[in-house]
């Protein structure tokens, strides 16, 4: 088992709907959570960090964590085509240092 | 803004050849991370350094070395590369205190041939 998972997708969906992307991790006693996005060619950048169960929210995007279910989300609202990148979710794992990132999403938003 | 440059944005090198990989950060950032990231693998962390001359390996560690002498900068050798070392190369760099997120370089991409 992975210790960070998500769907590769593409997950394509209209311009101005919402777009969900999901990550599972493995190590119950996680506590950092991370959202990255990266454009085609590009280096990761973060969008958006959690540390406690419920929501966060910042502008167009909203991070979601239930660490009983041990799953994070990220929630794009009023999707744009220039959202369109791959989001990658990342995890600091109990006693650990370093981000341990899962595969990444492809959004593709269509105008 | 913090700052993470990579020495070179592509690099191409010969089988056997040691190569070097150049990270410098301006935010005197006590943790840098190296990582490779390929096609549906996603990124993967070779090394990552907590102090000067601290290191402790990521998960794939076999066939790199690095080097972390002064604060800013933090170097990833290649011993003796091999075509299964062609990937982009990500130099990141994080505080230690709390749970700081990592800055990411602008990449390497390196290709063996």
């Known amino acids: 088992q992975k210790e960070v998972e998500q769907n590769s997708g593409p997950l394509s969906v209209p311009e101005g709907a919402i777009a969900s992307l999901n990550c599972t991790y493995s190590d119950r006693g996680s506590q950092s959570f991370f959202w990255y996005r990266q454009y085609s060619g590009k280096s990761p950048e973060l969008i958006m960090f959690i540390y406690s169960n419920g929501d966060k929210e910042d502008g167009r995007f909203t991070a979601q964590l239930n660490k009983a279910s041990q799953y994070v989300s990220l929630l794009i609202r009023d999707s744009q085509p220039s959202d369109s990148a791959t989001y990658l979710c990342?995890?600091?794992?109990?006693?650990?240092?370093?981000?341990?990132f899962g595969s990444g999403t492809r959004l593709q938003v269509q105008p | 803004d913090v700052k993470v440059t990579q020495s070179s944005r592509y690099l191409v090198k010969r089988t056997g050849e040691k190569v070097f990989l150049e990270c410098v950060q301006d935010?005197?950032?006590?943790?840098m991370f190296w990582y490779r990231q390929d096609p549906g693998l996603g990124l993967r962390l070779i090394y990552f350094s907590y102090d000067v001359k601290m290191k402790e390996k990521g998960d794939i560690p076999e066939g790199y070395s690095v080097s972390r002498e002064k604060k800013e900068r933090f170097s990833l050798i290649l011993e003796s590369a091999s075509t299964n070392q062609t990937s982009m190369y990500l130099c990141?760099?994080?505080?230690?205190?709390?749970?700081?997120?990592?800055?990411f370089g602008q990449g390497t991409r390196l290709t063996v041939v």
């Open positions: 990141a760099s994080s505080l230690s205190t709390g749970f700081a997120e990592a800055f």
């Open positions: 935010m005197d950032h006590e943790n």
């Open positions: 990342a995890v600091i794992g109990a006693g650990r240092r370093a981000l341990t």
